[in-house]
């Protein structure tokens, strides 16, 4: 194998010993037909049962697997960001360990890859999955996701996807964050194709998804809203929120000032009972109040992005590709 593997396959893994073995020797028979070098990183998120045994015999068994054993299970997101930062491969391509993902689709990703796409996702088609509890949440989940980002995807949640190595190298994933990574390249130019791909029953043990997981890649879809579109101004976020609090708050006082005036200069008795009602005293100054403290959150917004790209030398651009003139032409 070459210092560089032309594809590296990372799968995120945590109490699969049942489906190691079956998993193993499909990669082995998928990766041995590319025609490209390659590596397979398995990442061990603090399984309890016999998963990491059966990945070292695994490496035992077959050429170019590399193993890696987080101390506790972080999550998906963090073994697969652990595999990203083992991956040398200059195509990186995930999947998950459960058999359901067919490693004999990752040539169907790689011609995607091969023409012209940065990310190549895929999409299970036709999904084994019980409709009620997996399927329709799915669905729900995945016109969400489409509609906020604007990235429009049948299936977030297909974990079978191919990624360029410069779309990878310098990411940083934090909590369900791995889903969202065609939203992300997206924002920074990035092409995003879709592939369908097989979907195979699960076989042994179940499933480590449950409502707990989708509330949470809810939350995290609200990080990415922000990340895409105010990451580089928040002020401009808080601003927009301060401002629906203030301008009622402002009209609401102009308009006590003006019964108030009116009621002293001409009599009319509407001035006297807004000034008696307290609601009508009390709601302006507090929303003109919560108008400046969004306005405040979002200046130190701007000072914390601000820190955050100059003290780490962070750009706020990606360059996609230079040319220079030859020596020649000078």
């Known amino acids: 194998m070459s210092d560089k593997p032309g594809v590296s396959i990372v799968i995120p893994v945590f109490n699969e010993q049942e489906s190691l073995p079956h998993l193993a020797e499909n990669l082995h028979r998928a990766a041995s037909a590319l025609g490209h070098s390659y590596e397979v990183i398995l990442v061990d998120d603090g399984s309890s049962d016999s998963t990491w045994e059966e990945m070292l015999k695994a490496a035992s068994t077959y050429p170019h697997f590399r193993m890696a054993r987080l101390r506790r299970n972080f999550g998906q997101t963090a073994a697969m960001s652990a595999g990203f930062h083992m991956a040398r491969g200059d195509v990186v391509v995930t999947l998950d360990a459960d058999l359901q993902n067919d490693p004999a689709d990752i040539p169907l990703l790689l011609e995607a890859v091969r023409n012209g796409a940065d990310v190549a996702s895929g999409w299970r088609k036709k999904r084994r999955d019980p409709f009620i509890n997996r399927r329709l949440p799915s669905m729900l989940a995945n016109a969400l996701i489409s509609k906020i980002t604007g990235v429009r995807l049948h299936d ?16 940083r994933l934090y909590g369900e964050m791995h889903r969202f990574i065609p939203a992300l390249a997206s924002w920074v130019g990035c092409t995003v194709a879709e592939v369908p791909v097989h979907h195979n029953p699960r076989r042994f043990g179940s499933s480590k998804y449950g409502i707990s997981r989708t509330l949470r890649v809810v939350l995290d879809l609200m990080t990415v809203k922000f990340l895409l579109r105010y990451s580089a101004h928040p002020i401009q976020m808080f601003g927009k929120i301060g401002l629906a609090f203030g301008l009622p708050g402002a009209a609401m006082l102009l308009a006590i000032i003006a019964a108030h005036l009116s009621f002293r200069m001409f009599g009319t008795h509407i001035g006297a009972d807004l000034v008696k009602r307290p609601i009508w005293v009390i709601a302006p100054f507090m929303l003109i109040l919560f108008c400046i403290q969004f306005i405040i959150m979002g200046l130190l917004a701007e000072i914390q992005i601000r820190t955050y790209h100059e003290s780490q030398d962070k750009p706020t651009y990606v360059v996609r590709e230079t040319a220079e003139s030859p020596p020649s032409a000078v």
Do not use: F
């Open 156 to 171: 977030y949640g297909c974990t079978l996807k191919a990624y360029r190595r410069e779309v990878i190298a310098n990411l």
